[in-house]
């Protein structure tokens, strides 16, 4: 749902400047930093549960040791046996909890964008997508990227991201309900995996890996604050580890994490006044304020040598608060003779938990089988707000406005195979790997209170009338199998096919081809061919609302519905995707490491919102769909839109990642790493509605292909020597692009002229201090952004209200610096 009412909305363009970026990070860590070990990763099992370790001490150690995820550690992302990420088919960077820690982000997204060059995300989505933490791979939506959590498939948010730019129409993960202490170390697969894990796993996988203590704990706080002086984060963690008996283990884990609004709005020229301090203030550009507390558990428990019971979940509350654009006093003077600035709230309850019990030995088969059942909860609302047009009709308005509820569910049930055969004329076994899944996911639309949208409805943010509640589900049953064996000594191949039925979408059939040799113990060859698909949300599907700014409206229409077809509308389809990858590993030293890979992404029908009208077109597709339009509002000022099957794009990149560990004697050591991805996305094909017009406008066309970075390079060092650490982060992010929307001018809020908008690259340095105080004390002082860099200023004719930076393709936020610092104990 969209919570800061912009009047740049996606169908009638909004502010656009696409990120394109290019980074560099120098990392120079400490005591317990780790340098950032990219490696590459086996080929998925084909199914979305992944065979996890016996419990055993964690990545994460004392603070007066050195924790480096090395390129021998063992992976379990797509593999049902042991794979070292160095002998990998396919990429992947596996991270530590002691990497996450020494970036000093409170949240889980933020921390991975800061150590993964492949990684993105939009850094001020506005409107109540800013409440969601999801993330992009390889440039692509979050919808693209499956998240597992030790190896299971994790449930998406509720909250539908709606303002223009990459994330628009996406309900991805929000990874930050998963309490950091919990966490053991994350294995992103960088790599199509549909075939494998099914929908959503075409640019890649980020499988989040559990700690398996039986012993031990910590407590660690962090405070800081934006060098402006706002946006205050304070963030407690405990976790600790429980012994069952010898025959288990227990890993509790609590977090709570407190953040402060940030403002960066601009002089307000669409009022003519902007003055805080003096009651004329607009504050809609920055980060939301929130509160949120986790939390989760890990357990396994051996009824024997062969079978474990096992269990992990998660659950967290959110209370988020979201400046609006400022009400001048002339909107309702007789309740605000000052004006106001309406705030969108969200109350929100997010649960994940999965049981099962896995063994060896049935019939000579490993056997896993398991339930996940999760979903997010989201109460909208909003306050010190007012509906004027109630007013206008009663002499009365609230308010304070309940504005819809938004849910979904996800349970998944899935049963694994897996046995290695010693076949005649192979040099090692064939390992098959096979199992069934199925999968009921729920999406339900509450309406808001009658006042919240009668009469144009509520300042900012109109509820949902009744109209658009709806309650949808679906069920999926899929099935897959998965082969892997060595044809020579040196030469590897894996290949997986999975099938899948949607109720609502039909059946798909996926495969994947992986290989690679080892020419040398120091050089190997690896690559990989594979079909994906992800279906569309029932979000996409179902979902409608209207947004409504001082100047303009914009209503989304389900893209199912009589309303949509009057602008062009279609059923929705299932997007498709064809991806490549091809690479080389290199060992030329014994601490020296290097992988370079190349991918390639087509995706057909790709989902996108679209199909944009406006003037008497759009507002009688509104009210057919019995969407509310203010009188005030021009029409020419009014769009809507839905979303469709509206493009073809292919995305080409580059990975290259390097580890190398040097010893300096008395003066300590350095473990340096470099990361560098090199990323386009065009838009190769534009549908066609059924009223026979683009279901694209340039604007839209800029979303896919220049909003997202086209390079980013990191490169750095952990330097550390005793009981002093030092962290050092470079990063260079590429420039961006975007086809703003005029907001001043014969232009103003077309939908088919639109001013171009170059967003400059930038360099954004991260440091970070640790001393150990003793063996299980240590602390830390910081600084993300040391030199308080800022985007490009968006030029006057695309500033609205204040807004001076793209909302929809920023990639370094717009707080500038933020200082902070940390204390950690271990027991």
């Known amino acids: 749902m969209r919570g800061k009412d912009r009047k740049n909305r996606a169908d009638r363009p909004i502010i656009g400047v696409r990120r394109k970026v290019l980074s560099v990070a120098v990392l120079a860590a400490a005591c317990n930093g780790a340098a950032w070990a990219q490696s590459a990763a086996a080929p998925t099992e084909a199914s979305d549960t992944i065979a996890q370790p016996k419990p055993g001490p964690s990545a994460e150690g004392q603070p007066g040791t050195v924790n480096t995820v090395q390129q021998d550690t063992v992976v379990v992302t797509g593999t049902r046996t042991d794979t070292k990420a160095s002998k990998s088919l396919t ?288 109460v909208i609302g909003m306050e010190n707000s007012a509906n004027t047009g109630l007013y206008a009709a009663q002499g009365y308005t609230p308010t304070t406005f309940h504005l819809a509820t938004v849910s979904n569910t996800q349970l998944t049930n899935n049963l694994d195979f897996s046995r290695a055969f010693q076949l005649p004329l192979l040099p090692a076994p064939v390992n098959v790997s096979w199992g069934v899944e199925q999968r009921r996911e729920t999406y339900t639309v509450g309406a808001g209170d009658y006042a919240s949208y009668v009469d144009g409805g509520s300042q900012a943010l109109p509820g949902l009338a009744p109209v658009s509640a709806s309650d949808n589900s679906r069920n999926v049953v899929g099935t897959y199998v998965d082969l892997s064996t060595h044809l020579t000594p040196k030469w590897t191949v894996d290949l997986a096919g999975r099938f899948e039925h949607y109720s609502d979408v039909g059946s798909t059939t996926n495969g994947k081809f992986s290989t690679r040799y080892d020419f040398t113990p120091a050089f190997a060859v690896r690559g990989s061919v594979s079909t994906g698909f992800r279906a569309p949300s ?87 769909a019995g969407l509310s339009i203010p009188s005030s509002i021009p029409a020419s000022a009014v769009s809507a839109s839905y979303f469709t099957n509206g493009a073809s794009t292919r995305t080409r990149g580059i990975d290259l990642a390097g580890t190398y560990h040097t010893g300096f004697g008395s003066y300590g050591q350095v473990d340096w790493d470099l990361g560098v991805n090199i990323n386009t996305t065009s838009v190769t094909h534009v549908a066609t509605g059924a009223n026979g017009q683009p279901e694209l406008n340039a604007q839209q066309i800029g979303f896919l292909s220049t909003s997202t970075p086209k390079n980013k390079i990191i490169i750095g060092g952990t330097w550390h020597l005793d009981k002093w650490g030092v962290s050092l982060h470079e990063t260079r992010y590429g420039s961006t692009s975007t086809e703003a929307t005029y907001f001043a001018g014969p232009n103003a809020f077309s939908t088919t002229q639109f001013l171009h908008v170059e967003n400059a690259a930038r360099y954004i340095t991260d440091v970070e201090v640790r001393y150990s105080v003793t063996k299980k004390f240590q602390i830390a002082i910081g600084a993300n952004n040391l030199f308080d860099v800022y985007p490009t200023r968006l030029p006057f004719a695309a500033q609205l209200e204040g807004i001076q930076y793209d909302s929809s393709a920023s990639s370094i936020g717009v707080n500038g610096g933020f200082y902070y610092a940390r204390a950690r104990y271990v027991f």
């Open 91 to 378: 990429p992947v960077d596996v991270i530590s909890a002691a990497q996450l820690q020494a970036t000093g982000q409170s949240n889980l997204r933020d921390a991975l964008v800061q150590l993964s060059p492949s990684i993105t995300h939009v850094t001020y989505g506005g409107d109540a997508a800013v409440l969601t933490d999801a993330l992009s791979l390889h440039g692509l939506s979050p919808d693209h990227v499956l998240v597992l959590v030790n190896g299971k498939r994790r449930h998406t948010t509720a909250n539908i991201a709606l303002d223009p730019g990459l994330n628009q129409g996406s309900t991805g993960v929000d990874i930050d309900m998963i309490p950091v202490g919990l966490i053991d170390h994350i294995e992103v697969l960088r790599d199509g995996a549909a075939a494998q894990y099914g929908s959503d796993a075409i640019a890649g996988v980020i499988n989040i890996i559990l700690k398996k203590n039986s012993h031990g704990g910590d407590l660690q706080t962090t405070n800081g604050r934006t060098y402006a002086g706002d946006g205050f984060k304070n963030s407690e963690s405990a976790s600790i580890g429980l012994d069952l008996g010898g025959k288990g283990f227990l890993d509790l884990s609590a977090e709570y994490d407190r953040q402060n609004h940030t403002v960066r709005t601009g002089p307000d020229d669409y009022f003519g006044r902007f003055q805080p301090g003096h009651g004329y203030y607009n504050p809609i550009e920055g980060d939301p304020a929130s509160t949120r507390e986790s939390v989760g558990y890990n357990a396994g428990y051996y009824l024997g040598d062969d079978v474990e019971l096992y269990g992990f979940g998660t659950y967290a509350h959110r209370n988020a608060q979201a400046y609006q654009n400022y009400r001048p006093p002339s909107v309702l003077p007789a309740i605000y003779p000052n004006g106001f600035v309406p705030r969108e709230t969200v109350n929100e309850n997010d649960f994940s938990v999965t049981t099962g019990i896995k063994g060896q030995n049935l019939f000579g088969w490993s056997w896993d089988l398991s339930s996940t059942y999760g979903g997010d909860h989201d």
């Open 538 to 624: 029932l979000a996409e599907e179902y979902y409608s609302n209207v947004n409504e700014s001082p100047a303009s409206v914009s209503g989304l229409l389900a893209a199912n519905s009589t309303a949509a077809r009057l602008i062009g509308a279609q059923p929705l389809k299932s997007e498709k995707s064809t991806n490549y990858n091809i690479g080389f590993v290199l060992t030329p030293a014994r601490d020296l490491h290097l992988t370079l890979d190349a991918y390639q992404i087509d995706i057909r029908n790709r989902i996108v919102e679209g199909g944009t009208a406006s003037g008497a077109a759009a507002i009688a597709a509104m009210q057919a």
